[in-house]
C-alpha cells in the first residue's frame, strides 16, 4: 500500500534520512515553515509565558508534551529529532555542536516550541507584486539587534531582533497591508524609516544575515524577528537547549494561505 | 406627532434654517460628512468617469438625479440646495458667491457628487489612541498638490492633492491599518517619508489648509484628499458650478463605523 507523499512531508523525509543538510528556503513552496527551540521542562513554562507576551516576535505556532518528538498539528509523523536538516546544539550557552540528527541526545524532559517564519509573509509580499531584496539578491535577510525591549516573562528577557527589507513608500504602505493579514508570522513591521530611531547604528551592517542594497528612494522597513528568541534564550545560558541551525527550518504541512486572518 | 430628529438631522435642519452657517468640524459625531462638486448635466459623466478611475481622491458616496435635490441614500429630507451650511458657486472657473443657500441658482439640469471625506477616518485614528496634529493644534489639515497624476477621464485630470499628518514611524504603520478600513473615505495613506518624492517643495508651506508642527522622530503621513475633486473641476472652468465652502460640509445619516469593510 503506498501513500501520497507530498513536497513538505517529503523535505522531511528527505531531512530524517540525511539527504537534505542545507537551507529549506524554497523547498515545498506554499508551506509553512517554522523555527524551533527545544528547551528543558524546567524552562518551558517561562519560555511559553515569554512567547506569549511577545506575539511578534514570537508567534508559537506549536509546542510539543515533555519528551515527546511529534508535533502531530504541524504535520503527519514529525520527528522533532530528525526532520530538520541541521540543528545547534547549546551547553551553558556554548554552541557545542551542529548535527544533522539529535536523537542520541535526546532527554525525556526536552519541549520544543515551534515560531512561525518571515518566508511566509515574504511569500504573499512577492505574490502580491512587491519586491524582496534580499531574495533577489540571493542573500541572508538582514536582521539588527534594536534597542526595542521585549516583554520580560521568568528568566527570559532583552532586546528585540528585527529584519529588514527595503522598500519604496507606496510598497511599504502596501506591504503593511499585506504582511498585516499574517499574525502568525510575525504580521505587520514595527518600524520604518530612521534606523537609529531604534538602536540601529549602521544599516549597511546587520548583526545576523548580510547587508543588502538599499536603492535611492527607498526606506528601510522593519518587522519583529524570530530570532529573537533564539537571542533571549542564549542570553539566558541554558544547561541545555537545541535550536535549528539558521536557514534551517521546519518544514509543515500548513499553508501560508491559512495563516492569512482575512 | 413628533418625529425623533437627531444630530445629523439637526445639523442639516440647523444649515437649512440659517442657524448654522460655520464649519462642520466635530458636529453629529460618528456621523459620516461629505464634499460637494454640482455640475451641469453635460459634465456629469465625465466627473463620474473620473471618480471611478480616482477612487482614493474620489471616493464617490452618492449621485443625485439630474435636477433633483434629494439624496436618499444618504439621509432622510436631504435638500442639497439648503442644507450645508455654506456654498462655493463658480462661473467660467471664478469664485463668485458664497452664500448658505443656493436655490437662486439652481438648475434642472445639476447633478450633485457627495464624496467621502477625511473626518471618518480620523474619528477611527482618535478612538485608536493615534494622534492628528491638526484637530490638537486647533488648525486646518495641511494640504499639498503633489506631482502625482491622477486618471484622466474627459475633461477631468490633472495632479492629486493630499493631506498630510505627522506621526512616529510605529504609529504611521497602526495608521496604515486603521484607515485601510475605509477605502469609501479615501483609506491607506498614498506615500510616506520625503516630501520630495511626491513633488512637495516645502513641507511647511501647504496649498491648502494650516502648516501643522512635525516633531522630532515624526514622519509625514499622506492620504490622497478631497481636495483633488475640487482642483480638477476648478482647472477645467466649467461655465457653472457649485461646492461645499471648505470645512462646510454635508452631514449624512451614514454612520462613520459602517463605512469600515472589515
Known amino acids: ?25 524554497n523547498l515545498a513552496p506554499g508551506h509553512v515553515q517554522a523555527n524551533l527551540a527545544i528547551l528543558p521542562r524546567a524552562l518551558a513554562a517561562d519560555f511559553l509565558h515569554f512567547c506569549q507576551r511577545n506575539p511578534k516576535p514570537c508567534p508559537l505556532l506549536a509546542m510539543s508534551e515533555p519528551g515527546d518528538p511529534a508535533l502531530p498539528e504541524l504535520g503527519r509523523d514529525i520527528d522533532i529529532r530528525t ?8 551547553r551553558d550557552g556554548e554552541l557545542v555542536a551542529e ?25 504573499a509580499m512577492l505574490q502580491d507584486g512587491l519586491p524582496v531584496r534580499h531574495i533577489e539578491q540571493g542573500r541572508n535577510v538582514p536582521m539588527y539587534r534594536t534597542n526595542i525591549q521585549t516583554h520580560r516573562a521568568g528568566v527570559f528577557g532583552g532586546s528585540l531582533v528585527v529584519s529588514m527589507r527595503p522598500l519604496k513608500a ?53 518587522w519583529a524577528c524570530g530570532v529573537t528568541p533564539q537571542s533571549v534564550v ?5 544547561e541545555f537547549c537545541i535550536t535549528h541551525a539558521p536557514g534551517h527550518m521546519l518544514v509543515t ?8 486572518v482575512l
Open 99 to 123: 548535527p544533522t540528527d539529535v536523537r542520541d541526545v535526546w532527554r525525556d524532559d526536552l519541549v520544543s516550541f515551534l515560531i512561525g517564519c518571515s518566508f511566509s509573509f515574504e511569500e
Open 253 to 260: 504541512d500548513l499553508l501560508n494561505s491559512r495563516m492569512a
Open 234 to 238: 542564549a542570553a539566558v545560558r541554558p
Open 83 to 90: 526532520d530538520l536538516p541541521r540543528y545547534r546544539v547549546w
Open 170 to 222: 507606496a510598497d511599504a504602505i502596501r506591504a503593511v497591508q499585506v504582511t498585516s493579514r499574517f499574525p502568525a508570522v510575525h504580521g505587520a513591521p514595527v518600524h520604518l524609516g530612521d534606523p537609529a530611531q531604534i538602536g540601529i547604528a549602521d544599516i549597511d551592517t546587520p548583526d545576523y544575515g548580510d547587508a543588502v542594497e538599499i536603492r535611492e528612494g527607498e526606506i528601510p522597513v522593519f
Open 1 to 25: 500500500m503506498t501513500q501520497h507523499v507530498d513536497a513538505a512531508y517529503q523535505a522531511r523525509l528527505d531531512a530524517r534520512s540525511g539527504k537534505l543538510s542545507g537551507p529549506t528556503a
